[in-house]
């Protein structure tokens, strides 16, 4: 019954985001405009992420797998996990189902992922040894060209990539935010992920 309850919880989450979203008629998936991105952070992201973190956590309380004394700590973790999910995966699948793309975009959407791929990898993968400094903001120019230069679509296949790199080497004990406390590295990981992929949708619908 654990499971199931937070299996409903999962689903409910998908669910009424897309109810909520497609109730509001001005709700484009392509997040050309600021008014999207700003509607789809907010039901997806802050209020229907909200939903599977309190089930999945009070299941597991009240099932004794963890005590309620950790409740809060357990849902912001969850809901972080959620969110994060929810503004960094979903827009680059969205985007890539609900338009169509010219040659032009491929190559140029593929270049931007290329360059931020190998710069993910440099910075987080210590490539040039280990760093105390900040470098993991020299992501942020490629992110804001391929905002600029190919909108919402590209972008957001950029900071997936990029997340999909910078995440595998924070597991694996590498790159700025890699610690031995691996709660406290995913937890500035998402924040950094957040942040980047908020950046990138806001310039995007913007321009």
Not at 62 to 81: C, E, H, I
Not at 105 to 121: K, Q
Not at 132 to 159: C, D, K, M, N, R
Request: hydrophobic share 60%.
């Amino acid at each position: 019954w654990t499971a199931f309850i937070i299996a409903t919880g999962n689903t409910l989450e998908s669910v009424t985001a897309v109810w909520w979203l497609r109730k509001s008629r001005r709700f484009e998936p392509t997040f050309q405009r600021i008014g999207d991105v700003l509607a789809f952070v907010l039901v997806a992201a802050v209020a229907c992420a909200a939903i599977s973190a309190t089930l999945g956590v009070a299941a597991l309380a009240l099932a004794g797998v963890q005590p309620w004394s950790r409740f809060p700590v357990l849902w912001s973790d969850w809901w972080l996990g959620d969110a994060l999910g929810a503004v960094v995966v979903a827009p680059a699948i969205l985007i890539a189902l609900n338009r169509i793309w010219s040659k032009t975009e491929v190559i140029r959407a593929s270049a931007w992922m290329a360059g931020s791929l190998l710069t993910a990898h440099v910075v987080f993968g210590q490539v040039f040894g280990f760093t105390a400094h900040p470098i993991e903001y020299v992501i942020f120019p490629l992110v804001i060209g391929a905002a600029v230069t190919g909108g919402p679509g590209v972008s957001a296949w950029v900071v997936l990539s990029t997340s999909i790199v910078a995440i595998r080497h924070t597991v694996n004990g590498a790159g700025p935010f890699a610690s031995p406390e691996v709660h406290q590295s995913l937890i500035l990981l998402q924040a950094f992920m957040g942040v980047l992929a908020g950046t990138s949708l806001l310039l995007a619908g913007s321009v």
